[in-house]
């Protein structure tokens, strides 16, 4: 499986950005999907999950109501919108692939996910 990430760019705070991360390679039946994202001085931190046997969306609460995830099955492309956004959501966002349904406690876990994407450049910035 591969993962390849884009969408990001600059925007101004308060403006929008859509991010895509898809996924190449066979056909997943059982499949935890997420974003991740890292600035210059944090750590890595868990933004968002798809849980695809729950068919529910997770969300860090720094980015709670702001940012949402869809998927285009025919694509295998996940995105991650994100919306109102602040100078403090400037990071290096990287999609991540578990091949199991992590248990809603896990899904924080960097080290639960097998697969990254390259990561892709979102600055918030006036």
């Known amino acids: 499986v591969q993962l390849q990430a884009c969408g990001g760019g600059l925007v101004q705070p308060g403006g929008s950005l859509r991010l895509s991360c898809a996924a190449s390679g066979p056909t997943l039946d059982y499949y935890t999907i997420a974003w991740f994202r890292r600035d210059l001085e944090k750590e890595r931190e868990w933004v968002s999950s798809f849980s695809s046997s729950r068919r529910r969306t997770y969300f860090a609460d720094s980015v709670k109501g702001r940012f949402t995830i869809s998927r285009d099955n025919a694509k295998n492309t996940v995105y991650l919108q994100m919306n109102s956004l602040k100078p403090e959501d400037t990071a290096v966002y990287y999609c991540?692939?578990?091949?199991?349904?992590?248990?809603?406690?896990?899904?924080?876990?960097?080290?639960?996910?097998?697969?990254w994407g390259q990561g892709t450049l979102v600055t918030v910035s006036s």
């Open positions: 991540a692939l578990c091949l199991r349904n992590l248990i809603m406690s896990s899904l924080w876990n960097a080290d639960e996910y097998d697969y």
